[in-house]
């Protein structure tokens, strides 16, 4: 149970750095653009430029690198069953290094493990730099104010932006009240993890059970927290800190979408 305290969602680390000071309006459209960029990447060493500008993220954030190992400490099975499907069940390609019926270990099945689990990596570093450089009310503002076009077409920007901002900001609240739920179940003897798969399933329900009731408690106590202040959606609201677009967010998406532009023409 420690990957819950290792969740990067909700996350935010407050520093003075360049990244913390960029409107989170031109970190998201970055965020967003490199992890398609990732996907129109060929296999080659492109990849290595792309991980040199996460490191350099990384580095301007003035964040400690160990927040970005623990980031990935939820997807440590996801890359490992990306890595093992590619590089046993892959596609047929070069050199065959070892075969056994259906399962077999190519040239190009390597190449192809290595490239999926690093772009699985990558863009959880990358959704890590945005997360823990920008708050979670910096993000909502940004989403809402991305999203205003879609207002147009009677889209309630303000109400789903809204939503998401709560939705993330309970994130790390309901995982510590899953740790403690589960450390006064194990006080009490309960055992996780142990007997078949119907016996662990079983025993997750003293968990789930009062997890759901406190997740209940608190979405009432939030709506009527908000109905005591007069909330009424966005008719009439105003923000206590405006973000603006400034010559360095210009500078900031131009150099992204140059860099990308010339890996693309180089590789």
């Known amino acids: 149970m420690e990957v819950l305290k290792a969740f990067p969602l909700g996350q935010y680390i407050p520093s003075n750095s360049f990244l913390h000071k960029l409107d989170a309006k031109a970190k998201i459209i970055a ?5 398609l960029f990732i996907f ?11 991980l040199l500008l996460i490191l350099l993220g990384i580095y301007i954030s003035s964040i400690p690198f160990k927040y970005f190992l623990k980031s990935l400490k939820p997807v440590y099975f996801l890359i490992l069953f990306t890595l093992i499907i590619h590089l046993f069940f892959g ?3 070069g050199k065959v290094f ?9 040239e190009l099945g390597i190449k ?16 890590s730099l945005l997360t823990l450089t920008t708050s979670v009310l910096e993000l909502a503002q940004a989403l809402e104010d991305l999203l205003k076009p879609l207002a147009i077409l009677k889209f309630p920007v303000h109400e789903f932006s ?4 709560i939705a993330i900001r309970f994130v790390p609240t309901l995982l510590d009240e899953t740790d403690k739920i589960i450390k006064a179940q194990k006080a009490r003897g309960a055992e996780f993890g142990k007997g078949s798969i119907v016996n662990q399933a079983k025993s997750l329900l003293p ?12 979405a009432n106590e939030l709506a009527e927290a908000m109905e005591s202040r007069c909330y009424r959606g966005a008719q009439g609201r105003t923000r206590y800190r405006n973000s603006y677009w400034s010559l360095k967010e210009s500078l900031f998406i131009t150099f992204i979408f140059c860099y990308s532009v010339l890996l693309l023409i180089m590789f």
């Open 207 to 218: 968990i789930i059970i009062p997890l759901f009731i406190n997740a209940f408690r608190r």
């Open 162 to 165: 809204m939503m998401m901002t």
């Open 98 to 106: 070892w075969r056994f019926g259906i399962i077999r270990i190519t």
């Open 112 to 127: 192809m493990a290595i490239f999926m689990s690093l772009r699985l990596i990558f863009i959880v570093m990358i959704t």
């Open 91 to 93: 596609e047929e390609g």
């Open 31 to 35: 965020s967003f653009w490199l992890i």
């Open 40 to 50: 129109l990447l060929r296999l080659n060493l492109s990849y290595l430029f792309i």
